[in-house]
């Protein structure tokens, strides 16, 4: 199968789209193994952190990226890509991060399984709303017939039984789950590397060539994302631990999801691949590296 990226060819093994999906459904089950229930009561019992990362990551980023797509006047398959991404649930290395950078443990992991659930309905309705917003990108999607409950179907076979999966063993198995979450994340990380090896496999010099056409675009995107996430929550006084939190959760997306959501329904549209799969490779980098920035700082705790 070719693609067609401007005038360029991009090649993707079809066959291989099975697989993917299941290494994704791994990958969540192994983050979901030190999820519990109590996380997600966090959010009754102290809201006011986790709602705030919630707004940032489905309501404000979609709709920031929408306007920074129009203003650049970005590609149309490159936009999408863009609007898909922003359309994520915030990514599981975002709970390693915010334990790295001293952040508080509890909110990112509620923002997590929250937001894993919610990505069910918002993931495929913030996409089809704002691609729909701009008359290229809306054309190109009315050449592509995928119906959001498709898209709702996938997310809740890749990340949303997974999770609870990981949940009910983490549970029942405590000591055996214990052992494993560790080893699972990192393993996670491998098995994320090979989703974007996959999707740059074979390309590298048609990626190499079009490098300036994608990286300053991903590299913005991301800290749009990352600063979006600290200035909603230094805006509403969250203390600092619970500020590193909310800023990696915004700022780490499921580009895992995105690349699956693409490998299975728009194989077409180059410009969506190499803007999702380099922001998989950057937001670790920039992630880690504020982490690490963080982690030689102490931060005041949430009381």
């Given at each position: ?27 969540m ?37 929408f ?16 609007i ?58 009315a050449?592509i ?45 491998l ?113």
């Amino acid at each position: 199968m070719y693609v067609l990226l401007d005038t360029v060819q991009i090649h993707f093994n079809p066959d291989s789209f099975a697989l993917l999906n299941g290494l994704l459904a791994l990958m969540m089950f192994g983050a979901s193994l030190s999820v519990r229930v109590d996380d997600f009561r966090y959010l009754l019992r102290a809201p006011k952190a986790p709602l705030i990362g919630l707004v940032s990551q489905f309501v404000l980023l979609p709709a920031i990226t929408f306007v920074v797509t129009q203003w650049l006047n970005v590609d149309p398959s490159m936009a999408l890509g863009m609007i898909l991404v922003a359309s994520c649930p915030g990514g599981s290395f975002s709970n390693i991060m915010t334990w790295l950078s001293r952040g508080h443990l509890a909110t990112s992991v509620s923002m997590t399984g929250i937001s894993t659930v919610a990505a069910l309905i918002m993931t495929p309705f913030n996409f089809a709303f704002y691609a729909g917003l701009d008359p290229q990108t809306a054309q190109l999607l009315a050449n592509i017939s995928v119906a959001p409950l498709d898209i709702m179907k996938l997310i809740l076979v890749v990340l949303v039984l997974p999770l609870a999966g990981g949940m009910f063993v983490g549970r029942a198995f405590p000591t055996v789950s214990s052992r494993l979450d560790t080893p699972f994340r990192w393993l996670s990380m491998l098995l994320f590397f090979g989703f974007v090896g996959i999707a740059f496999s074979s390309n590298g010099e048609i990626f190499l060539e079009h490098a300036h056409k994608f990286i300053g675009l991903v590299i913005l995107h991301n800290a749009l994302a990352l600063g979006l996430g600290y200035l909603s929550s230094r805006l509403m006084k969250l203390p600092e631990d619970q500020t590193r939190a909310v800023t990696l959760e915004v700022g780490i997306q499921n580009s895992g999801l995105g690349l699956i959501i693409l490998f299975n329904f728009y194989p077409d549209l180059g410009g969506m691949l190499i803007i999702t799969a380099f922001w998989g490779v950057w937001h670790l980098v920039s992630g880690l590296s504020l982490s690490l920035f963080w982690s030689r700082r102490p931060a005041l705790t949430a009381s």
